[in-house]
């Protein structure tokens, strides 16, 4: 099978970085342009990328030559990491120009066709493309978004949830600093410290879990209709957004029941077998001290999260932690296994993966 | 005036090591003994004590020689910080003995004839004393504790508000380390990490609150009638707990209001003149990101309990971020505080200080 | 081919557990007994073992029971995690009962009869083990060990050196918390901060490197002839040690003779086909601010070296940074290396592993 | 005794914030006039400032109003924490102007006629400013340097040992965050993480302590004969410069010789009356495991050095361990002292202090 060649937008920065690092090896998908800012266009990826992540550059990748924002691309499939600005109004010219978008970046995320797409939880979101391209005529070009970081565990935890009756959701947030990007929270803001705020995540836990959870109504997602309070806070860990969680339910099952159903809660087929799909999406931990980010934090190649602590709350139903790697669930990894799920849903023209025996992960 | 010779149990602890700092130069009182493990009695304190807060151990106290925990002790006045095990059943004997110990140990908090005693919230609960020495046929003696150090920061942020009826709390703590004493936390366990779960302090949280700011009934407490649901969880930092608050209220006041009240409050005649008072006990921060564990924990001190971040709880009344020094006023502090409370209020025998300007901080 | 049984002594500490975690999947080793100490033995692994690395221990180990120090064993490799003292005299009665020994504890490292083996340096100097067994009388048995966590990205760096004529070497290391085990460094020690001194690795920097690096002379070792000088300090990262090192040399080469010989450097045959070891032993990194301890302690899964910073010394000849993982290359790894040698050189009794196409990692 | 008004340059910095800090409560100089970046101009030092010190910027200084870099000062005496770039050719035409600057900036202080003071070191290097008032053709007018913050804890290690002749030094840093300024170092870039290279601070090591260690030559300074090699990293702690020195001494005291030399030395008179001066400049801690950077970075308010460890290195003479407080001893306070000792000498114009009993710290 011959790969198909994708562009990454914001390619050098923490989260851009991310997609070249996981997309590197990709079964079905081969970076073939990055797209960097005015300062780094024009340079070579390698020349132009200050590296965050562990080791250095793939070398698939350090000889091509970054373009510009505004340079027309070749890629049907183009991943954004751009900052919230940049991607407004780039994206949607990207989508109108034909190109298939999946998107990390904030800016259009709530737009009421525009999928927030978390496969294991909402896959059937995707049929909102359709409308989308109906309404705005596009014929290939499609927008897809996934959520902010902190949201993801919150929504995975919740997903096999919903059937009880989802009330009041009060969220309390543990967050690496990379989510912040890069060079983003200063060393001598976060070093022996915990900054209890963290600019508009408080509003997105409260809007976009909502909207994830929601039931996909043909033009649009009729939200989950529960009441949401979420305060943010910043610790000094490098990866991992650690959410603690207290739910009301409104039918109650036994946490013997919770945890079973997290345990053995699947994706829709196809969503199992796509590449980057975790072995297993929800890992119930019974240590009284888990999950912990450090430790927990790469389950399933970070793409899985991890809960524990799952016990009656005295004010709300029951409360429990939930964890999950930021950059890569919550981000980049979460932006590549919507766009696998594309692929085998018919959504990038007439790419057609093979599916089988293509996991990436074991 | 002559200073009081004070004993030390568990002197060579952590907190132990934070009772003998802030002696230092106390203006009432001298540490006259140290009493330490039996590994440790017999050697001078500065052999025996392996200091682990900044600088080293006060010249004015290396040279005593270390007590064994058994040994019959010449201060009226003891100050434990012996671990839970040990506490139990020394306290009580030397209570029996005649002493006054102020103890930070969590062995006899919940105890109906001992009050769990912080000078701002409830100066009254020392009138608990006076049953305490009736019941049990003490005379000199007396037993009154300090909370847990994470409860800590929540009463002196809710003591203003207990007007107003509150009826629901949830609470999720970032926790320092320095909570575990030492060695406690294993770097391994924290470093890049978060550890969601710290034994035994949620079920601290639940009760010792609503003792402390319950009200004094002439033979016990009669708690607050609340409900709280608190989770508790550990960062790497070395100092400082910040817990985020949500709380219900029968009656809601404005967000000024509330600010105002917490800059405004003072504790009752004759605490603002003690010794260890800080100048302000609350300290509300207007900045969206604070307060912050490692800037804001040494506030009057360490003595004094930062808030910030009031706003609207979607799900209960209001929410905000408390911050005390966890070592400090959560601990050692705290029950020097208490003791110069005692010494005003005439339950050290006949020690009488002179009160005007001797303020420790200013 | 059928796998070799093989037992971890002292298998809950924490390099215990990397030697647990990265025979997981071993093509040639499957560990069939895991010994404990006292407190662990009869429980199941799972129950004794405080797992400390990331994740949960492997499923294939946690249900195997627990054997004491003093039982027998049945698998002819072991491999030793434990502490110096227990390792005296077990690891001794061990091999005097036939059995294979690599180890990683201290106790018996500069007997002049045991190989201080790290295959991509002194390759040869296994041929120590005839001697050993001649002269103990040893049939089956044998005791290798390899080297203090520290030593080897020194040993590694200057492995290619040799030929220049090695005068002086002068150390400064930074090392990581798991170094000293669990629960080791307490965290209260070093958020925060840096401690200029570890127990015993500077007589060890300064020792068991030059037996390293010296000449198999048929009984014994003749060591190197140079001067050390180390340093060693602890610094608040979980993983990965990193020296400077400033190296007098007798002939002198340019830097860049210098760094084509590190990117060059490949073990003797057949070390480079054994399953753990690395694609390519050194990684001289270009960029003026490497190595970094978190960026590339997982060069070569843990198993490469990585350089850095070389320039000119102006008291010495040159300086430069090397950096290895300490509980992988540095410990476990190394041994499990080691074995691997003994392996193909046929010190494993009658097992045969197939070499070829066996690489662990690629 | 009415105070001097002084400016601040470049005050809403992370080392203008210390002089900011350290000027408060200041028995002779109080901050009349802040200056800042175009950025702040015109706004109240409240509003410009984003504080990052502990704790919030003193009361009386938030109410000044910003001054843009280019307008004139009031104030006789200027202290300058602006980064290189800015204070060429601004400290120059200020004191062209007739002002006294007390520079913290690495860009003039390798003038000749420039003196690098450190009072405790070299008091008699402020008679170079009669020479530079001579050459420029300044009256009141002046510039005063102090060092890089890694090389002060060198030099204040060295003074007493200038007697024996050092020959040699080799250094190795291990440098707090705060060293880079604010944002400065990128919180992914040193969590869990040691940098090995430190942007100039090596080529300052290896020139700035000889011109501080030189002797006054009238017209110039005669810097030490001695070849020093620094390596600088960076770690993740906040505040605190630990050095490991190894020295080369062409006479050879003993262990206990250079320990008491430490311990009695005094910096010449007036200096130790000075206010900001430490009761005692060097502490050598007998502890085998100090000094350590957050323990001791205090030591003397911050004002003091702290050695250990001194013992024979096997290729150089001696080996020790030497720690600063960066933004304090290294920078800001440092300054500080030495406006001190210029207005004791006579060089503030006729600004005459009452020296006695104003020590600030006791």
């Not at 010219?93 to 990390?104: I, M, W, Y």
């Amino acid at each position: 099978m011959q790969k198909l060649d994708v562009a990454v937008l914001g390619a050098t920065g923490a989260v851009g970085q991310r997609f070249i690092q996981l997309l590197e090896n990709h079964p079905w998908f081969r970076v073939a342009e990055v797209i960097g800012s005015e300062r780094s266009a024009g340079k070579t990826y390698g020349e132009a990328v200050h590296w965050v992540l562990d080791g250095t550059p793939p070398a698939s990748v350090t000889g091509l030559r970054v373009k510009g924002l505004d340079e027309s691309l070749d890629s049907l499939l183009v991943f954004s990491a751009l900052p919230k600005e940049a991607a407004d109004p780039r994206e949607i010219e990207l989508a109108t120009a034909g190109h298939v978008v999946c998107t990390n970046a904030g800016t259009n995320r709530m737009l009421e066709d525009v999928p927030l797409l978390l496969p294991e939880a909402n896959a059937d979101h995707i049929g909102l493309i359709d409308y989308q391209r109906q309404r705005r005529g596009w014929s290939t070009g499609a927008l897809v978004a996934n959520s902010n970081c902190t949201v993801m565990p919150v929504v995975m935890a919740l997903a096999p949830l919903r059937q009880f009756g989802i009330r009041k959701l009060l969220l309390v947030s543990s967050q690496a600093t990379s989510g912040a990007g890069y060079p983003g929270v200063a060393s001598l803001d976060i070093l022996d410290n915990v900054i209890p705020y963290v600019s508009g995540d408080e509003q997105k836990m409260e809007t976009e879990s909502l909207k994830m959870l929601g039931t996909f109504a043909g033009k649009g997602i009729d939200w989950l209709n529960t009441t949401v309070s979420a305060t943010c806070t910043r610790v000094p860990v490098v990866d991992g957004h650690l959410v603690n969680i207290s739910v009301e339910l409104e039918n109650v099952p036994s946490t013997e029941e919770i945890i079973q159903l997290w345990q053995d809660f699947r994706a829709p087929e196809p969503v199992p077998m796509l590449p980057s799909a975790p072995e297993q999406p929800l890992y119930y931990l019974p240590q009284v001290d888990r999950p912990q980010i450090r430790r927990d934090r790469n389950a399933g190649n970070g793409m899985a999260t991890s809960l524990g602590r799952l016990r009656p709350c005295p004010i709300l139903t029951y409360k429990f932690a939930a964890l999950s790697h930021n950059t890569i669930r919550g981000a980049a990894g979460c932006s590549i296994l919507n766009a696998e799920l594309l692929a085998v849903q018919g959504y990038l023209a007439n790419f057609q993966p093979a599916i089988a025996a293509d996991r990436m992960y074991s």
